[in-house]
């Protein structure tokens, strides 16, 4: 409902308390969504249990980002035990 009703205040012209009356909500929830769909478009509202891209890619980035790091660790202790078994 978030979004439709965002995209309605944006569009109609009336202010939030006169379509927050007419909706039953209240107007900082509704000026709330306005701002939100103001601010990220059609992504604003993905839906429930969904991300958006940016914050999907961003939480994809982080997992390759741990992998990394992780392989990286794997990487200096095999360096250090193979330099201290040549000495």
Not at 44 to 72: H, M, N, W, Y
């Amino acid at each position: 409902m978030a979004g439709p009703a965002a995209n309605w205040a944006n569009s109609s012209g009336r202010t939030c308390c006169q379509l927050g009356k007419e909706l039953g909500i209240p107007k900082t929830t509704l000026a709330a969504w306005v701002r939100k769909y103001k601010q990220d478009g059609v992504e604003a509202f993905p839906g429930k249990g969904f991300l958006k891209a940016s914050d999907a890619e961003i939480s994809q980035l982080r997992k390759e980002l741990a992998v990394v790091r992780e392989e990286r660790d794997i990487l200096k202790k095999a360096l250090g035990i193979f330099s201290v078994a040549r000495q």
